[in-house]
Nanobody
Framework: QVHLVEFGGGLVQPGGSLRLSCAAS????????MGWYRQAPGNERELVAI???????RYADSVKGRFTISNENANHKVYLQMNSLKPEDAAVYYC?????????WGQGTQVSVSS
């Protein structure tokens, strides 16, 4: 079982920055990937960015060039640096991780972008 806890959400003005952090704990040997998804009201949950245990990254087209995902494999942590935030980035952001048992989710952290 993998337990994920996110930190770092909040309210920011358009053009501002936020950094999300997530730590995984529990009884597991390794994680295949860690990443971030988001869900805005009325929308489906979507992938924002993900990094595999081998260091490969994938981003949603809408965040390329503005968001950067990084991780610490040994400490089972993942970060999302979000720059040049737009109102359309506002959503609940979920940390996610997977191993051979399946995919796990954090409780979510709210990111609001408004002037």
């Amino acid at each position: 079982q993998v337990h994920l806890v996110e930190f770092g959400g909040g309210l920011v003005q358009p053009g501002g920055s936020l950094r999300l952090s997530c730590a995984a704990s529990g009884s597991f040997s390794s994680l295949d990937d860690m990443g971030w998804y988001r869900q805005a009201p009325g929308n489906e949950r979507e992938l924002v960015a993900i990094v595999t245990i081998h260091g490969s990254t994938r981003y949603a087209d809408s965040v390329k060039g503005r968001f950067t995902i990084s991780n610490e494999n040994a400490n089972h942590k993942v970060y999302l640096q979000m720059n040049s935030l737009k109102p359309e980035d506002a959503a609940v952001y979920y940390c996610s991780a997977s191993d051979y048992h399946g995919r796990y989710w954090g409780q979510g952290t709210q990111v609001s972008v408004s002037s």
